[in-house]
């Protein structure tokens, strides 16, 4: 199933789900108790909006190994972590802004985990029961921040940083899916989930040792090789196969 948060014209924001091209609205918790209303408004009627509130984005750096070299840097022995402010959000067909204190803006396209049971200490075999879904995801990063500055914190973390969606599938399989990044419709990234070097249940359990994971919670799962720039007017164009696609413009 592919649930998604959207508005239409006068109305608040809302959970619904997606059947072929129509979205119905869902009552109740989407992560235990909810319902499901019939499916009679046109996708094509509704603003999409991120498709998850997370009370973290956790982010896995250097997780494939022909992204680690095009920077020059080992595949750490430990998954590498680091966050995203929930504040660095953006809704599919959002516009990315690019800050003034960064000359060189890049697209990272990702793989993204939604949790859907929280926990701690959950283990590789357990990890999949926490799992709500996945999501399309472009960690933009500010290059020339991230490697001034050692923290990352200030390179990932400005405004419209953090654009996903367009829905969470609550069925996809990741184990061997093409993600792909296009920018103004020429191929930047393209590479299979199997080439992660830590899977998912693996990075669950890495990140569950340290802190608590909540329903909503994000784990983008790092991005492969072909990372490049962003200007102005360009249009970036995140896709993974069976899962869907995620488009944002970008201005200055
Ligand atoms: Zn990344």
């Known amino acids: 199933m592919r649930i998604v948060r959207y508005q239409t014209k006068n109305e608040a924001p809302r959970y619904g789900w997606v059947l072929e091209n129509k ?7 989407i992560y235990s108790q909810y319902r499901r209303l019939e499916a009679e408004t046109p996708l094509a009627e509704v603003k999409l909006l991120a498709p998850a509130q997370p009370s973290k984005i956790i982010c896995i750096g250097r997780n494939y190994v022909e992204h680690a070299k095009e920077h020059n840097v080992e595949v750490p022995k430990v998954p590498l972590i680091f966050m995203k402010p929930p504040s660095s959000i953006l809704d599919p067909g959002g516009t990315i802004i690019l800050p003034p204190q960064s000359q060189q803006v890049e697209h990272e396209a990702e793989l993204v985990i939604v949790i859907g049971k929280g926990g701690r200490h959950i283990t590789p075999e357990q990890a999949q029961a926490h799992v709500f879904g996945y ?3 472009n960690d ?13 914190t ?3 973390g400005f405004d419209t940083f ?6 969470i599938d609550t069925d996809f399989d990741p184990a061997d899916a093409v993600v792909t990044c296009k920018v103004n419709g020429q191929p930047r990234q393209m590479a299979s989930t199997r080439d992660m070097v830590f899977n998912v249940g693996q990075l669950i359990a890495f990140i569950s040792s340290v802190m608590t994971l909540e329903p909503g919670d994000l784990i983008f799962t790092g991005t492969p090789a072909g990372v490049g720039p962003l200007k102005p007017g360009d249009s970036v164009e995140v896709e993974i196969e069976d899962l869907g696609k995620l488009v944002n413009p970008v201005a200055a």
Do not use: H, M, N
């Not at 979205?23 to 918790?29: A, F, H, Q, S, T």
């Not at 933009?140 to 991230?146: E, G, M, S």
């Not at 953090?162 to 829905?167: E, I, N």
């Open 140 to 152: 933009v990063t500010a290059r020339d921040l991230q490697k001034s500055d050692g923290q990352w």
């Open 154 to 156: 200030r390179a990932k």
């Open 23 to 29: 979205v119905g609205p869902i009552e109740g918790d």
């Open 135 to 137: 999501t399309v995801g």
């Open 162 to 167: 953090c654009p996903f969606g367009p829905w």
